[in-house]
């Protein structure tokens, strides 16, 4: 099982490099070695051995730890960060070294065995370090394990962070991981290049319907049914009526990276929330719904209104997505309908 797990991740990784608008030949990609895409880029691929040892010795899935560590990495606030200076989810002093021990910081193990700390040594240094991963990542699966019991790891993953937002984003992340690996790259332009489109870069003016807004994104003017494609890698994470966006689609990706699409005229078939997509994937049509009661249609010519969010971890700004866009536009699209396989 776990075997499998892993060859599914590599070749995912692979596949990764090889699809989507890289710069790499697909025979150099599939030359890389494992090791070599371990290494390729990112804090957490590091860690995946440890994730994959704490999994094995307990019955906690690694992409769960990893999204874990992902998720509480990327809303860390600043004093958070200073508090906790390493990469993932930090224990509580007070859970690590024991309520009652007089020593939080305390990172000796029979210690903080004594005091009924979840703090250990994981790698035979003879300290429990909760800024080690060596010693954070088994402490953590253990817990899990023992918390969940017979049950899932949802009741512990609620009780680290007790917010359904939390749990959501953890539960995709997970999938995403599983499915594509720690780090899938790959972008996609938002609409089939196929057709015939216009983007007007208007992010930060103002717009007369609605109150005083401004308009968080670019519009892509095409002609209705133009393919709306996914961007990157994520999840649907919203679907459905706003009388500003009319029908809609929100993409949110592993680095918490939010895409927004409206004015839609349909969305592909089948597709809903919690969906895993990838780049070039299609997630509906351009159309002109908005701007009223669900339903309303046809009040503004036919587009794509694109916006992208970043998650701060104490609110969520939208940005420009212009420079993206430009980029993205160069790259070559591969498209996949509903119902088809790659
Ligand atoms: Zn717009």
């Not at 992340?173 to 690996?181: A, N, P, S, V």
């Amino acid at each position: 099982m776990q075997r499998r797990r892993f060859f599914a991740v590599v070749s995912g990784l692979l596949t990764v490099v090889a699809a989507c608008g890289s710069n790499l030949p697909v025979q150099a990609a599939e030359r890389m070695t494992v090791q070599q895409a371990a290494n390729a880029s990112t804090p957490q691929q590091s860690l995946l051995p440890l994730y994959k040892r704490a999994a094995e010795e307990t019955d906690v899935d690694w992409a769960l730890l990893a999204a874990i560590d992902r998720y509480a990495e990327l809303m860390k606030t600043k004093q958070a960060r200073e508090a906790s200076p390493y990469y993932g989810f930090a224990f509580e002093p007070a859970a690590w070294a024991g309520v009652d021990n007089p020593d939080w910081s305390d990172v000796n193990p029979s210690t903080i065995r004594l005091f009924g700390g979840l703090g250990r040594d994981g790698n035979g240094d003879g300290l429990a370090l909760p800024w080690d991963p060596a010693d954070r990542i088994p402490v953590l699966a253990a817990w899990i394990d023992e918390l969940s019991g017979e049950d899932d790891a949802q009741v512990a993953v609620w009780d680290l962070f007790q917010d359904p937002v939390a749990m959501d984003r953890i539960n995709a992340f997970q999938t995403l991981f599983l499915k594509y690996g720690l780090y899938p790259k790959g972008y996609c332009f938002p609409v089939s290049k196929r057709f015939n489109y216009t983007v007007k870069h208007t992010f930060g003016a103002g717009r007369s319907w609605g109150g005083r807004r401004i308009h968080e994104g670019v519009d892509i003017f095409a002609s209705y049914g133009t393919p709306v494609l996914a961007c990157t890698y994520g999840y649907v994470e919203l679907l459905g009526w706003n009388r500003y966006g009319g029908w809609r689609v929100g993409i949110r990706d592993v680095n918490n990276v939010y895409y927004y699409y409206a004015h839609l005229s349909s969305y592909a078939k089948g597709l809903k929330r919690g969906d895993v997509v990838e780049p070039g994937q299609v997630i509906g049509y351009v159309g002109s719904s908005g701007y009223g009661p669900p339903g309303t249609s046809g009040k503004f010519p036919p587009h794509l209104h694109f916006g992208m969010y970043r998650d701060t971890g104490r609110g969520e700004w939208a940005f420009s997505p212009s420079a993206l866009l430009a980029q993205w536009e160069r790259l070559p699209q591969h498209i996949k309908y509903p119902g088809s396989s790659r």
